[in-house]
């Protein structure tokens, strides 16, 4: 394995000394020729060309989505340069050059920011969205401090759906694949004379109740027990559009996610050793740490039913009035989200408990409501001088409550009861400016200044049960109820010098700056505040284009000062966020796409990171050394989680006709990564996941008159398991999160 992956690397190495960074997508070709397509994006919140755009941005439009076999936002992590995205109970886990978060409880911020038709989705789970009849999606790369506000640190993610038109079409189509996947899609646009339209898509149309469906695909070792990580999903989406005048426009926009089963593949792994630190407790004292099911990562011993519900809902009112020098924007939206969730908290076989006394299990409820506001002025594309002003408004409640019942582990059962309610507000004002004093130059100057304010109440009760011999004998050995508050400020710039060489080149440098909200960790007997961080970054680049258009090369090398990054741990069933003092993070990211002919297509990407903490400690209170003292952790140099040092894929895509029986395409691809570490104290080999490589392969079908189309596909054709998150509870059980296994479906669906 390791000399596969030394080759591959040499061979990306050699293959992208110009390579690109910042955009990527795979384009057709033009009508005459096979150069490539201009991508036009909304990363700035205007209009602009993506190749003259001084950011570090990548697109893809939904034609290419579809090529790329990109099923759902996960699956982004294959082509985008420093990437890394995974899910945990159907939350969006999302880091960028390493930084991002993997927290995802109720009150916690994520760090890098989704945005669903320009509205923010404060919870993780809010990046559960519609996954089809998108216009495009963009990921930007580096702090977005000033455009897009707190807690885009590691960059922003941008749904754009596709809007309604004058025109109408329909399309749908039906999926059937392994594990007994089935799919249903459709979407109907219905035009209103000039004045508007209306669109719907979604799954489960006209009534069919053939949502997305799957049997799960984790093997259950016991005896009638339900297989983990299925699925019956529905999504919709409608939208109205009222254009009165040729200035004004009004869109609404409401949508709805349900996804329900047993939950996500969650596995328990292994248990350090006596020798090995262990938080806060040793294995040694746990009767079933030791454990670990038999067989491979996807077997799981599960002796209680599990369960997952999650429903999102947002809506959202835009208004467009264009001024004639500049337009006027004001977004409006509502979202919530409301998650149920019971796992097995051991994966155990072992007896439970003492007579009347509890299994392990844990059962969480999530429940979160924003209403946000943003209004703009934005400039015309005309002239040498562009601006933006904006103003911003952000009101959510966030609720989570767990119940934890344990096995006597430790010579006594316990139910810990915690339940905390956080209201957060959030104001800002922005505004970003641009000058072009000739073709060749320009420079920017953004700013925001953000106030946030958070308080909270809740309460954590602990019960145990001693081995008295009776079922009742309940001793209550903590009750805390607090009401915390706190306020934070923070003013995040960017400065940028772009300088455009020719038509098809262009170099620019930036420095730019992100902050994260700071928040509450709520434990047994308080609720104290941690510190928001910050991040300071300073990108240059090149974006390329050559060979009349048919090839794309662009890079950047990057460097930040981060400080006060935030990250957690498992301490007593409870997370703990903890601030790191110090942290650097260096690397490259490089991206090509070329038309080699009217049908021959290749494109490739690499990232390289360096990231590593330059200075933190875990304290004390934590963790415990092997003879059960309380000890302090410096994990100074270690490697930031989810963060490797080296990742990229290369793809073909070869299309060729079939006289009057239509177009073929046929596209391989390889995603390749480096080892990756999942928790900050890097231990080896409990919180490695060794770099591997995924292959995929997919054949699509179009008629001769564009109506009717078809696709076979294959992914992860070599079966690689991959653990994408991993979790440490109190006595030193390691579970972990785990990707799709080999999978492959066929996909028939016609336009009108």
């Not at 646009?189 to 799960?216: H, I, V, Y």
């Not at 908290?345 to 072992?350: C, F």
């Not at 408990?353 to 005309?382: C, F, H, I, M, Y």
């Not at 641009?434 to 953004?446: N, R, Y």
Request: with cysteine; hydrophobic share 35%.
């Amino acid at each position: 394995m390791k000399t596969t992956k030394n080759t591959v690397v040499k061979s990306f190495l050699l293959g992208a000394l110009l390579a690109t960074a910042n955009t990527w997508t795979v384009i057709h070709a033009q009508e005459s020729s096979a150069a490539l397509e201009e991508i036009i994006v909304t990363a700035q919140k205007r209009q602009e060309n993506l190749q003259t755009l001084g950011i570090s941005v990548s697109a893809f439009d939904g034609d290419t989505l579809n090529t790329l076999g990109a099923r759902d936002i996960v699956e982004l992590s294959k082509f985008v340069p420093n990437l890394q995205i995974g899910t945990e109970s159907s939350d969006l886990k999302a880091m960028i050059r390493g930084v991002g978060s993997d927290n995802l409880e109720a009150f916690s911020d994520p760090g890098v920011a989704v945005h669903i038709d320009g509205v923010y989705q404060a919870r993780p789970s809010g990046g559960n969205y519609l996954y089809y009849d998108m216009e495009r999606v963009e990921v930007l790369r580096g702090p977005q401090g000033t455009l897009y506000g707190r807690n885009a640190n590691g960059g922003a993610i941008n749904f754009i759906s596709n809007k309604p038109s004058d025109q109408f079409e329909a399309s749908m189509d039906f999926g059937r694949g392994d594990n007994d996947w089935q799919r249903f899609r459709g979407m109907i646009n219905l035009p209103m004379g000039d004045k508007g339209g209306f669109r719907f898509a979604g799954t489960g149309l006209f009534g069919f109740p053939t949502n997305e469906t799957q049997d799960g695909y984790q093997k259950n070792l016991n005896a009638g027990g339900t297989e983990g990580n299925d699925k019956d999903d529905s999504s919709t989406r409608v939208q109205f559009l009222w254009t009165p005048t040729d200035k004004l426009s009004v869109l609404f926009a409401g949508g709805e996610t349900h996804k329900q089963g047993v939950g996500p593949i969650r596995k328990r792994t292994s248990t350090p050793g006596a020798n090995t630190l262990s938080p806060n407790g040793t294995p040694a004292n746990c009767g079933d740490c030791g454990y670990m099911a038999t067989g491979g990562l996807r077997e799981a011993y599960k002796d209680l039913e599990e369960s997952f519900d999650l429903l999102t809902r947002s809506y959202s009112f835009t208004l467009d009035y264009d001024l004639g020098f500049g337009t006027l924007t004001a977004i409006a939206a509502d979202s919530s989200t409301d998650m149920g969730l019971a796992q097995d908290s051991d994966q155990s076989p072992r007896a439970k408990g003492l007579p009347g006394g509890t299994t392990d299990s844990a059962v969480v409820a999530q429940k979160s409501d924003q209403k946000t506001l943003e209004v703009r002025l934005t400039s015309a594309n005309e002239g040498s001088v562009e601006w933006l002003l904006g103003v911003y408004y952000l009101d959510e409640n966030a609720f989570q409550s767990t119940l934890i019942n344990r096995d006597p582990t430790f010579g006594a059962a316990k139910t810990i009861e915690p339940l905390h309610d956080v209201n957060a507000k959030s104001s800002a004002v922005f505004g970003q400016f641009s000058i072009q004093p000739d073709d060749a130059l320009k420079l920017t100057f953004g700013f925001r200044s953000t106030n946030d304010e958070k308080d909270a109440v809740g309460g954590t009760k602990v019960q145990i049960r001693p081995p008295c011999g009776g079922p009742f004998c309940w001793v209550n050995v903590g009750s805390q109820s607090y009401s915390p508050s706190d306020s934070w400020s923070s003013s995040t710039y960017r400065v940028g010098v772009d300088r455009y060489i020719n038509d098809d080149q262009m170099i620019y440098a930036s420095m730019s700056t992100g902050y994260r909200a700071g928040g509450f960790n709520f434990g047994v007997s308080s609720a104290e505040s941690y510190d928001p961080e910050e991040l300071t970054a300073f990108e240059v680049g090149s974006k390329n284009r050559f060979n009349d258009g048919r090839m794309q090369l662009n890079a950047t090398v990057f460097y930040y000062d981060y400080t006060d990054l935030q990250v957690f741990q498992v301490v007593d069933q409870t997370i703990v966020i903890r601030n790191a003092s110090e942290a650097d993070i260096s690397g490259a990211e490089l991206e090509f796409v070329a038309a080699l002919s009217d049908r021959l297509r290749v494109d490739a990407s690499l990232g390289i990171l360096e990231a590593e903490y330059k200075k933190f400690i875990l304290p004390s209170n934590l963790f415990l050394d092997a003879s059960g003292e309380p000890t302090d952790i410096d994990v100074s140099g270690n490697s930031l989680i989810n963060a490797p040092k080296w990742s990229g894929h290369v793809g073909v895509e070869y299309e060729f006709a079939a006289s009057r029986h239509g177009t073929f395409t046929v596209r391989a691809q390889t995603y390749i990564t480096d080892d990756i570490y999942l928790r900050a104290l890097n231990l080896d080999p409990f919180d490695l996941q060794d770099g591997y490589a995924t292959w995929d392969a997919k054949l699509m079908w179009k008629s001769a008159d564009n109506r009717w189309f078809g696709e076979a596909f294959i992914n992860n054709w070599s079966d690689e398991d991959v653990i994408t998150n991993q979790e440490v509870t109190d006595s030193g059980i390691y579970f972990a999160n785990l990707n799709r296994p080999r999978s492959w479906g066929v996909v028939v669906g016609v336009r009108f």
